[in-house]
C-alpha cells in the first residue's frame, strides 16, 4: 500500500482502476490488466475497506463478488410494461408484419430497419437513477418481476455507475442477460465436481441465476448482459432512432449485442436472415432468431402494441430449432410420480445447441410405434427451447435391417408389478402407490415450487435423501434433523440448518399447496385450489363423501373418485395421519366469488399460456369474480386456451363455447372488454 496517499483517496483510485479494467474486459473486450495485476489490486482495496469500514461503498467493485443470501425475492413492479414478441417463422411471415405496420402507418414503407440477433436468455431490466444503478427486476409476468439487484451487481459487463452523459434521470434499461456456452460448460465443470447436477443449458442457467438467493451463487454462473431498450421514467433520450439508442447504451457502458446492423429496407433484412440462419450456431451465445424492429423511435410511439403484450414496430424471426440425428441405443422406461411411465430414448452422445446429449424424451410408447421409431435406428433429435430434447422421427433410409421394434415391457421395469392401461388413456401406469421410482418422482415434486416450495430441496438433494435412507415418503422431511444432513457431503452447518429452517417453514403452506403436492391423479393446481377452498382442511377432504367432492363446481366425476379413492388408500392414510401428526399444511382461506368484472363467468384453462402460470391464470380470473372449472361443458362461458391445448379445445369447438387467449383474457380483467 502507497503511504504518500490517505485511505480514502488510494480506495478511490482503485475502485476507478478496477472499474476501468471491468469495462475493457467484458464490454469492450479488450483487457488493459493482466488477471494477476487485477487480481493484486483487487486484493489490495479488499484489506483497505476491511480495515477502514467507513470507507465502506455499495458501488466498489468489490461487492460485486455478492451480498448476503436472502430469504425470498421481493417483488417489483416494472414502471412500463415489459413486452414480449411476435414471431415470424418465415421471410414471408416478416413481409406480411412490415405490411401490417404500413396500413397503421405509412411511413413504414420506407423507414429503415433495425436488425440485432436475437439472445436466448432472460430479460432484465435496470433502473439508473442519475446515472446509478438502482435496481435489476426480472421479467416476471411482464407486469411484475423479482428484485435481484443484490445478483445484478455481480454481472460484470453491467454498470453500476454510467458513463459519459445523457441519460434521463431516471431511466430503465432492459436487455437480455445471458450465459456464454463457454461459462455453462466450465460451471457444469465446478457442479461435477460438487456432485451437483449439471445445469441443462444456457437460457435456464441463466433466468435460474438471476433468481438466486445467494449473490455469490450468481456470480458463479458468470452470466452477462445485453442492453437493448431504454425506458425513460423521467427526463428524456435525445434520440430519434433506435440504432442511436444502441449507440447511447454503447456509451455509457453497456454491452451491445455486436452484430446489430441496419438495414434500408425488407429485402436486406430477409438477406441477412438468409445468412445467419447457419451462422446462429457459431456464435458464442446461444441465439434463436434475429429480432427485427422499424429503426425511427417516433413509428414506435404511432404503431403502439398489441394487447399490450407486444411492440407492432417490431418482430422476432426465428430460426427453426437445432436438430441432430444420432443412433437410438435404448428405449428406458422411468415412472413418474402418478405411475405413468413415460419411455426416454438413450441416444449415442451428441452435440446439440450447445451441449452433448445423450438421452431424450420419446413423450409416450404409443407414439414410439406410431411413428415407428425402432432401436438401433439413426433419429431425428431437436431442442425447441425447453430443456428436454425429444426425438421426433427415424431416418429410415439410414436402416440396414439390424433395428428392432420396441417392446413394451409388461410389468413396471422398476418394481416388476404388471403395468395398467386405463380405458381410453394413451399412458401406461405403474399401479404400485408405494413403488420406488413413483417414490423418488413424487418426493420431488412434492418439494416443487408450487407444491410445498421448499428451497434447497431440489432433484440432487432428494436423490441424495433417498438413496441415504433418510426419506421414504414426504412425511419423512419433516423429521429430518441438522446432525442426520450434517454426516451427508455438501452439508456445512449452515446449510443444513438453511434446509431444516426451510422444510419447518412450508408447513405453513395452504392446504391447496398440499393437496397438489400429494401427486393424486387428476389434482393439478386449479383443481387442488377448489377442493381446497371448498373444504379448508385436510381432515375435511378425507372426510368428504364422494358426492359431496362431485358437488364442488369444476371438479367431474373423475376427479372426485380419484380424490375419494386416493386418501382410503391405506398407505396414504398412513401418510395423511403423519402428516398431520406433524402440522403439515395450513387451513384454506375461503373465499367468496360473485363480484368483479367477471363475476358469475365460468371458465376453463386449458394449454400453455404465453406468459402466465396456469396457477396464476386461475388466480387472477377469481379474484376478478369468475369461477374456474376442470372441465368444458355448455355452462362453460369462455375457455382460456393456449400452446398445445388438446381435447378441452376441441370439445368448446364442438360445443360452440366461447375460446380466448391469453391476450384476450387480460384485457377482459382489466375490464377492457
Ligand atoms: S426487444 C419491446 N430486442 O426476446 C421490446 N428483445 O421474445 C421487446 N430479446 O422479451 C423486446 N434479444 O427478452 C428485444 N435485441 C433484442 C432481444 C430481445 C433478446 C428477448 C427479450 C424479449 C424476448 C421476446
Redesign the pocket.
Known sequence: MTSDVSPAARAAELRAILARANHAYYTLAAPELTDAEYDALFRELQALEAAHPELDDPESPTRRVGAPPVDELPKARHGQR????ANAMTNDELAAWLERAVRLDARAATAPLSV????????LALTYADGVLLRGVT?GDGSEGEDVTPNVRTILDIPTRLRGAGWPARMEV???AYMPRAALIAVNRERAALGLDPLANPRNAAAGGLRQLDAAETRRRRLRF?A??VVPLEGALTATTHGEVLERLAAWGFSI?PH?RRCADLAEVQAMADAWEERIRTLPYDADGL?V?LDPLALHAELGTTGDRE?KW?V?RKFPPPAAVTRLLDVQLNVGRTGALAPRALLAPVPLGGVVISHATLHNEALIAQRDIRIGDWVEVIRAGEVIPKVVRSVTERRDGRERAYEPPADCPVCGTPIVQPEGEVARYCPNATCPGRGQEGLIHFCGRSAMDIAGLGEERVRQLVDAGLVTTPADFYRLTVDELLALDGFAEQSATQLVAAIDASRARPLSALLFALGIRHVGEVVARLVARRFGTLAAVRAATLEQLEAVAGVGPTIAASVHAWVREPAHARLLDALAARAVGAEEPRVATGEGPLAGKAFVLTGTLPTLSRAEAGARIEAAGGRISGSVSRKTDFVVAGADAGSKLEKAQALGVAVLDEAALLQMLDGSA
Open positions: 415489459m413486452l414480449s414478441l440485432e440477433v436475437k439472445i436466448d436468455g432472460a430479460a421479467r432492459r436487455g437480455e445485453f437493448f431498450q449485442e446489430h429480432v424492429k411492440p417490431a422476432a
